[in-house]
Every structure is written in structure tokens, then in C-alpha cells.
């Protein structure tokens, strides 16, 4: 085993360059897939049956597909459709496709999204009808209802199962480095290892940070559940 050659200064640039990477791609398809989950959400749960049944259809294949198969037809399929490339120096959103790190947003997005809808759209079926009912009593509309009584109480009950979608991302976002000129943490190792062939030092320091970042983020929802389930805590006698 041969760790110098990993903790060379030219190395760990490259790792702390991963780094930067995938905690900016990560943030970024939370923040984008949480917007539209829960617009999605609303839709599930909303009166329209149409409306239904076009979310639900997405979030089915979403849910029903590879991440890496949504990630290459969207940089391979998408991106290099000759009808966008002819657009994507001229016209908006178009430009974008050619940034390797907006096709890997787009894919990573569109996958929470899907999840984080259903797991937002079953803790509103699951409101407790006393809480919608007091809500009623006090004269609040509708929308009222579901702002400040039954969207709050559902965020809250999905935080647990959240915590898992956003571990999950985390790492998923390795399957970024199938992007050319994505520099995440897992294209960080491979770089290493095709010009110093160390595959096992280099995939195990790679683990070793996304064991670590795992760790700091399952610390913060903790500290959050805490904060915002205490209700559901059992009573001490």
C-alpha cells in the first residue's frame, strides 16, 4: 500500500476539489428537487385527478429507472440531440445543456423530487383529521389549512424518512463522475488511480469522505428531529 502518494498536496487538492463538488451538487438537487416536490406533493394530494395522474405517472417512472440511466439520457440523450446543440450557444435554457454540472443538477433534481413528492404527499394524507378540523373551526380556509397547519405537520413527520433520501443522494451523487468533466469525490479517486494505479487506497480514501460527510449530515437531521419531533417523543415517567 503505498498512502503517500494519496496525501500529496496535488492529491488532496484534487480530493478537497471532489469535495466542493459534490456537497455543491448535492445542495443545489435538494434545494431544486425539494421546490418542485413539494409542488408536486400539493398536486398528489390536490382535487384534480388529471393532475394526479400526470405526477404520479412521473414520479412512477422516476422512482421505477436507474438515477444512472436518468443521468445519461439526460446529458447523453437530451444534451446531445442535434436540435438542442444547434440552440445551446444561442437560446435559454438550451445553453445550458453543454455544462456537464447542469445535466447532473437536471438528473439529480428530477430523481429527489420524485421521491421527496411521494414521501411529502403520504405524511399529508396521514394528517390527522382533529388538527384539519380545529383548523376549520377557527374559520381558516382552505389554503390557510394546508400553510399553516397541515404542509408544517407533514415536513415534519417526513423528516426521518427524509434524512434517508438526502443520505441517498449524497450518495448517489458519485455517479456523477459518469459526466465527463464532473470532478466529484468518485472522479477524484478514479483520476488517481488510472495515473498511479492505487484503486484500493484511492476508492477507500474516497469512502472514508463520504463515510464522514454521512456521519456530520445524519448528526444535523438528529439534532433536527429533535428539535421538531419532540412531541412524538415517549414520555418520561
Known sequence: MNWEVIFREESLAMYGQGIVTTLWLLLSSLTVGGVM?????????GPWRWLQRIVGAYTFVIRGTP??????????????????QARWDTTWPWTHFKEPF????LAFSLNTAGYTA???????????AG???SAQAFGMSRFQVMLRIVLPSAMRRTL?????EVVMMLHSTSLASAVPAMLDITAAASRIYSDFYLPF?????????????????????????????????????
Open 37 to 45: 416536490a413539494l409542488v408536486f406533493a400539493l398536486a398528489l394530494t
Open 67 to 84: 438515477l444512472l440511466i436518468q443521468v445519461y439520457m439526460i446529458y447523453y440523450g437530451l444534451g446531445q440531440l442535434e436540435w438542442i
Open 102 to 105: 447542469f445535466c447532473a443538477l
Open 118 to 128: 411521494e414521501m411529502l404527499a403520504g405524511a399529508i394524507r396521514e394528517t390527522a
Open 131 to 133: 388538527e384539519i378540523e
Open 160 to 164: 426521518p424518512a427524509y434524512s434517508n
Open 201 to 237: 487506497e484511492a476508492y477507500l480514501f474516497a469512502a472514508a469522505i463520504y463515510l464522514s460527510c454521512t456521519f456530520c449530515l445524519i448528526g444535523l437531521f438528529k439534532l433536527a428531529e429533535r428539535h421538531f419531533l419532540a412531541h412524538l417523543a415517549p414520555r418520561k415517567h
